[in-house]
């Protein structure tokens, strides 16, 4: 909206004291003849905005002007600016908005505590995009615009529509009953229920959503963690899962446990190994998991894992014991 904009747009030169029109046009992510037109009616409206000519030029306010907003300290001001950074918002399509609401917190805090509050947010880094490994961790892609109708629907208490691809399976649209939405590891799921049954949707599979007039049968309460918790749950107890009995180093345990669905058992083994007991969803995806580790980890039950796991070493010794 244009009036958030030009709130935005006065609390960057707040904050950096003078900008050009096209840094103002890529913070806001919109057009250089945008921002001009903005900067008028700024000025229209009484907000002591001024231009510099040449070459270090752009729009500046007047010295002395604030907006008034109040009420935090330093270190709740940290808090929003450290929780602000943080890549969730943008699986929810908010990354916009939040961009706005921390140039607010920032600009809300005396002029004493401004600087040294987003200095020190500058020095926390939370979920970069790669590991240590420089593994890139890609979040999914999702329209802002399917988010804001599903954020719309969920907050109004209203039934929603979506075009829903499940995996293997042709789109077609749905009624849903909102519940609330989770991030996981950078995805977005939509908790809802359908004609009664508790359902799950990963965001990124919705190609298109409509928040309808009718109410949504819902509880007035949620406890979303519980929700997620006993969703998860359910979900692991379905499906074709088996059970595997394996050693593995202890410095790749967090590698295996962070790709099982559950732990069963865990001891110590006779040659510094641990002896898990762990379940995976399905054959392949025990497979997948062991043969991650190479031979860090060694598969013990069952059998049919031993001998899987065996043809495909196999199998890639005999590709590469030959020249090219």
Do not use: C
């Given at each position: 909206m244009r009036?958030?904009?030009?709130?935005?747009?006065?609390?960057?030169l707040r904050r950096y004291g003078r900008l050009s029109a096209a840094a103002l046009a890529r913070e806001l992510e919109v057009s250089t003849r945008t921002v001009l037109r903005d900067i008028e009616a700024l000025s229209a409206a009484g907000v002591p905005v001024y231009a510099e000519r040449g070459r270090h030029g752009g729009f500046a306010l007047l010295p002395g002007f604030r907006t008034e907003l109040t009420g935090l300290n330093h270190d709740e001001a940290l808090a929003l600016l450290v929780a602000g950074s943080r890549r969730g918002a943008q699986a929810f399509g908010l990354g916009s908005a939040l961009a706005?609401?921390?140039?607010?917190v920032v600009d809300a805090l005396p002029e004493s505590y401004r600087d040294t509050a987003a200095g020190a947010a500058d020095r926390l880094l939370i979920d970069p995009e790669t590991d240590l490994l420089s593994r890139r961790l890609v979040a999914e892609e999702v329209p802002d615009a399917m988010v804001a109708e599903v954020l719309r629907a969920v907050f109004a208490g209203h039934k929603l529509s979506i075009?829903?691809?499940a995996a293997d399976q042709t789109p077609r649209w749905?009624?849903?009953?909102?519940?609330?939405?989770?991030?996981?590891?950078?995805?977005?799921?939509?908790?809802?229920?359908?004609s009664g049954a508790d359902r799950t949707y990963r965001l990124s599979r919705i190609l298109a959503a409509e928040k309808l007039a009718e109410p949504a049968q819902r509880p007035d309460r949620v406890d979303l963690h519980r929700a997620w918790q006993e969703r998860g749950t359910r979900f692991r107890a379905g499906g074709d899962q088996v059970t595997v009995l394996v050693l593995v180093d202890p410095v790749r345990r967090e590698d295996l446990v962070g790709t099982a669905l559950a732990v069963l058992a865990e001891e110590a083994g006779p040659d510094g190994r641990l002896r898990l007991e762990v379940t995976?969803?399905?054959?392949?995806?025990?497979?997948?998991?062991?043969?991650?580790?190479?031979?860090?980890?060694?598969?013990?039950?069952?059998?049919?894992l031993r001998d899987s796991l065996r043809d495909r070493a196999t199998a890639i010794a005999a590709r590469y014991g030959a020249s090219p």
């Amino acid at each position: 909206m244009r009036a958030d904009r030009l709130v935005s747009l006065v609390l960057l030169l707040r904050r950096y004291g003078r900008l050009s029109a096209a840094a103002l046009a890529r913070e806001l992510e919109v057009s250089t003849r945008t921002v001009l037109r903005d900067i008028e009616a700024l000025s229209a409206a009484g907000v002591p905005v001024y231009a510099e000519r040449g070459r270090h030029g752009g729009f500046a306010l007047l010295p002395g002007f604030r907006t008034e907003l109040t009420g935090l300290n330093h270190d709740e001001a940290l808090a929003l600016l450290v929780a602000g950074s943080r890549r969730g918002a943008q699986a929810f399509g908010l990354g916009s908005a939040l961009a706005s609401a921390m140039l607010k917190v920032v600009d809300a805090l005396p002029e004493s505590y401004r600087d040294t509050a987003a200095g020190a947010a500058d020095r926390l880094l939370i979920d970069p995009e790669t590991d240590l490994l420089s593994r890139r961790l890609v979040a999914e892609e999702v329209p802002d615009a399917m988010v804001a109708e599903v954020l719309r629907a969920v907050f109004a208490g209203h039934k929603l529509s979506i075009h829903y691809a499940a995996a293997d399976q042709t789109p077609r649209w749905r009624t849903v009953d909102p519940i609330g939405l989770v991030t996981v590891r950078e995805r977005g799921y939509l908790l809802a229920t359908r004609s009664g049954a508790d359902r799950t949707y990963r965001l990124s599979r919705i190609l298109a959503a409509e928040k309808l007039a009718e109410p949504a049968q819902r509880p007035d309460r949620v406890d979303l963690h519980r929700a997620w918790q006993e969703r998860g749950t359910r979900f692991r107890a379905g499906g074709d899962q088996v059970t595997v009995l394996v050693l593995v180093d202890p410095v790749r345990r967090e590698d295996l446990v962070g790709t099982a669905l559950a732990v069963l058992a865990e001891e110590a083994g006779p040659d510094g190994r641990l002896r898990l007991e762990v379940t995976f969803q399905d054959a392949r995806h025990a497979e997948w998991a062991l043969w991650q580790l190479a031979t860090n980890a060694e598969a013990l039950a069952p059998q049919w894992l031993r001998d899987s796991l065996r043809d495909r070493a196999t199998a890639i010794a005999a590709r590469y014991g030959a020249s090219p």
